[in-house]
């Protein structure tokens, strides 16, 4: 039998008595200990699709932050306070974004990997890809100088996100064949 969450979520609730916060979280229990699968019920069937959906909205929001890195070195006068938001932006970018965009390509599936261990894994693999980067840069006519290096971060951290989306997506279309 097919329900909308949203009407499991109610019938669960008039049938046990509870909350509709409680049996969402009761719903939310057994989907995790695999007695329920949750299915979207309209999912993307192409590529394209799948990058424009809410499932890869993480990648969208890596997106914005380098966009808010570019913004911060370009855009906004760099003066105090607005070089905390360079220095901010800065470290997410640097430190952050490119391990967690090679993880998100190596792990595709949340529950290969905890959160934390996502995490700390992002945080280390970016303490080596980035300074690899500048290992790169060094030997281009570019040099290391901040254009080349946010270009270079930049463009590292994107291609590996579309590497990870596309993971994602063959991951997702494996799994709509197998329900079809």
Same mark, same amino acid.
């Given at each position: 039998?097919?329900?909308?969450?949203?009407?499991?979520?109610?019938?669960?609730?008039?049938?046990?008595?509870?909350?509709?916060?409680?049996?969402? =979280?009761?719903?939310?229990? %057994? @989907? *995790?200990?695999? &007695? $329920?699968?949750?299915?979207?019920? #309209?999912?993307?069937? !192409?590529?394209?699709?799948?990058?424009?959906?809410?499932?890869?909205?993480?990648?969208?929001?890596?997106?914005?932050?380098?966009?808010?890195?570019?913004?911060?070195?370009?855009?906004?006068?760099?003066?105090?306070?607005?070089?905390?938001?360079?220095?901010?932006?800065?470290?997410?970018?640097?430190?952050?974004?490119?391990?967690?965009?090679?993880?998100? =390509?190596?792990?595709?599936? %949340? @529950? *290969?990997?905890? &959160? $934390?261990?996502?995490?700390?894994? #992002?945080?280390?693999? !970016?303490?080596?890809?980035?300074?690899?980067?500048?290992?790169?840069?060094?030997?281009?006519?570019?040099?290391?100088?901040?254009?080349?290096?946010?270009?270079?971060?930049?463009?590292?951290?994107?291609?590996?996100?579309?590497?990870?989306?596309?993971?994602?997506?063959?991951?997702?279309?494996?799994?709509?064949?197998?329900?079809?």
């Amino acid at each position: 039998m097919q329900l909308t969450v949203g009407g499991l979520v109610h019938r669960v609730a008039e049938e046990e008595g509870l909350t509709v916060e409680e049996a969402a =979280a009761r719903i939310w229990e %057994r @989907a *995790e200990a695999g &007695e $329920l699968r949750l299915v979207d019920p #309209s999912p993307p069937g !192409s590529f394209q699709g799948y990058l424009l959906s809410l499932y890869s909205a993480w990648f969208w929001l890596v997106l914005a932050a380098l966009a808010a890195m570019f913004a911060s070195i370009y855009i906004l006068p760099q003066v105090p306070p607005f070089t905390w938001v360079r220095v901010l932006t800065g470290f997410l970018t640097s430190l952050y974004l490119p391990g967690y965009a090679f993880i998100e =390509a190596l792990y595709p599936q %949340r @529950a *290969e990997l905890e &959160e $934390l261990e996502r995490f700390a894994l #992002s945080v280390g693999l !970016s303490l080596a890809l980035t300074p690899l980067t500048g290992f790169v840069l060094n030997y281009t006519p570019w040099g290391i100088r901040l254009d080349p290096v946010t270009a270079a971060i930049s463009f590292l951290t994107v291609a590996l996100g579309l590497v990870a989306v596309y993971r994602r997506f063959q991951y997702h279309a494996l799994s709509l064949k197998t329900l079809g």
